[in-house]
């Protein structure tokens, strides 16, 4: 909830776009500049420290990785070229620095950074930008090491192991045109493809019990499986798509079903009725597997499985009124800025106009959850720790923070914006369109256009 007390939520005139340029007005208040370039510190506000317990500097999770992102999207939306030197402050210095990344994961580590350096190689004309995402994506392939069955990097299959750095090496396959990064990333893929239910693990997840399995997404079943299915897209082997169903079959075993509409617990056996609805572990994050699958099968039980989460979501209540899973959270990894890219992408997916005035509502909510209580723009404390109430901080990062919740709005802008849509930048585990309008509204602008 914001701490502002100078005006109330429904007096709060910001629309999406103004409420993204507010946030980076406070990231830009955390820009820590030296030879190499920029970095942003991770929270510069006094109420709260940052919702990390270590700090990931050079992240996409929660560091310059993430906020490059954000000022590239904050560019392409307003047009104005001071964003962009942002991005390319922060670029220049992850290309100075990506050697000293250990962590080679996609969230918290070197893939992240190879993601960023390649978007703002792109956006910037930048070759040397573009070459050191190349080296970095290099070091991660060269950094692979045998285990049963195949290649890996740290032996989780989960999107937050191995499953992020395959994605990750997808996508630098076709945006830096290096074929062999997609080899290597299939011949991973296989490893876990080759798991009874792949992403189905025990009890090695913070505050949980030895013996739970979580069938979420960033750490869980789910996300593994929306891995397969992306694999079966590229490749065509039907070894992938069958590994997929296996993991997508376990995390609908598991659900709590109800009417039309879906709930996902956090970890079972213990917490069936704990049902995050975040992207990590709930919902917004689980719905992206089903929309995968849609993508690459067409089959339309997995499309009525994306329709069922959104609908537990709806049903909820939230954001207005807040569950044992959502709770006082704003970021887009477990809180409202995750399911509203959720929502964006499902009317950019589908042109259902439920889903759109959805995510004008958790906009709305947004808006008026901001804090700009000393003039420096918005920030929004949240209680990032769901275990831990009391401790509530504002963070600058993607998946933690002010640049994650302004760039799902800026997202939402993109949608509004009709006909003239402009591309966002998604991360490699978002399934949706990059362009967030529906087709068929797209066609309908240009026959409107028409002589």
Known sequence: MGLDKTRSPSERA?????????AGRWIRTAARDDASGRTWEANPDARGRSALAAP???S???GAAGIVLFFLELAAATGHEAYLADAAAGARRLAATWREQADLTLHHGLTGTVVALTEAGWALG????????RAAAEHVVRAARPFGGGPGWTGDPAQRGDGGIVLGLLRAATALGVPRYEEVAVAAGE???????PGHRFGDCPDLPVDAVTPGFLAGTAGTAFLLARLYGVTGDRGFLEAANRGAGFVREVSDVTDRCALVPHHVPQGRGLHYLGFCSGSAGVARTFQELYRVTGDPGHLDWVRRLAGGIIRSGVPERRTPGFWNVACQCCGSAGLLELFVGLWAESGDATYLAYARKLAHHLIGAATDHDGRGFRWYQAYRRLRPGE???DTGYMVGAAGIGTALLHLDAALQGGEARRVILLPDNPFPAIPAPATHLRDHEDGNRP
Do not use: F, N
């Open 60 to 62: 996409l999770y929660a």
């Open 191 to 197: 490893r876990i493809a080759g798991l009874a239910v």
């Open 56 to 58: 990931e500097p050079g």
């Open 14 to 22: 910001e629309t999406p776009l103004t409420a993204a340029i507010m």
């Open 392 to 394: 509530v901080s504002a």
């Open 126 to 133: 930048d070759e040397e930008l573009e070459s050191a995402a």
